[in-house]
């Protein structure tokens, strides 16, 4: 049975620095990878799918990046603004199976 | 326009009512999802239809049904609301056939039930 980790639960920065949110799953045979955001009170936003064949994912200031064998993905924030700060969760799944989504990271960006 | 929508956002009632929540995809998706999101945040799986057909069955209780009468749009009906429904509901949908495509998320029903 997959399980989806985020470490760590929340994380508070100042505004400016460049942050690390971490996803890691425990069966490494998945098909996708994608990382939400998601502001209180509001549905989840899609930042990055990465596809079990690719390594990593870029969108403006997100790079996302894949290393199956090990079971982990990182999602990079560079420049982090105030705008940033919501709710960062994964989600894997296996081809044709359900998406299994993390707990989610609490980003706070500190002006 | 917002590419998937649920209605209503916010809905408040008593243990044993029956209710529907709404949803309607505009991206000219195949395959669309419910999920819920309880007071712990964790995101499971309740359905998913894809072309009309029920392809995903989570082990959910019978009072959940989930009504496509076409492909852009999925509702959720709850008979015999209980305590323990509350949560927020969320819609999705994705492109290809069941969970082979990126996800896009309604912006969620919050179910309060009473």
């Known amino acids: 049975k997959q399980e989806v980790t985020q470490i760590p639960a929340a994380l508070s920065v100042p505004e400016g620095e460049n942050l690390v949110l971490n996803c890691s799953f425990t069966?490494?045979?998945?098909?996708?990878l994608q990382w939400f955001r998601q502001d209180p009170g509001k549905g989840l936003t899609s930042l990055l799918l990465i596809q079990s064949s690719q390594r990593e994912q870029t969108s403006g200031r997100l790079n996302a990046s894949l290393d199956k064998s090990s079971g982990r993905s990182t999602l990079y924030i560079a420049a982090s603004q105030p705008g940033d700060s919501a709710t960062y969760l994964c989600a894997v799944n296996g081809y044709g199976q359900n998406f299994v989504f993390g707990p989610g990271t609490r980003l706070s960006v500190l002006p | 326009d917002t590419a998937v929508s649920q209605t209503p956002k916010y809905l408040v009632t008593q243990m044993g009512n029956d209710k529907s929540i709404k949803c309607e995809q505009n991206l000219g998706h195949d395959t669309m999802y419910w999920y819920k999101q309880d007071s712990k945040k964790f995101l499971k799986i309740m359905f998913s239809y894809n072309n009309k057909e029920l392809i995903i069955n989570e082990t959910v209780p019978n009072r959940f049904s989930p009504k496509s009468p076409d492909k852009a749009h999925l509702n959720l009906h709850i008979n015999s609301l209980e305590l323990g429904d509350s949560a927020v509901y969320f819609c999705a949908s994705s492109l290809r056939q069941a969970n082979t495509g990126e996800l896009f998320f309604g912006e969620g029903s919050r179910l309060t039930v009473l």
């Open positions: 069966d490494s045979a998945i098909y996708n």
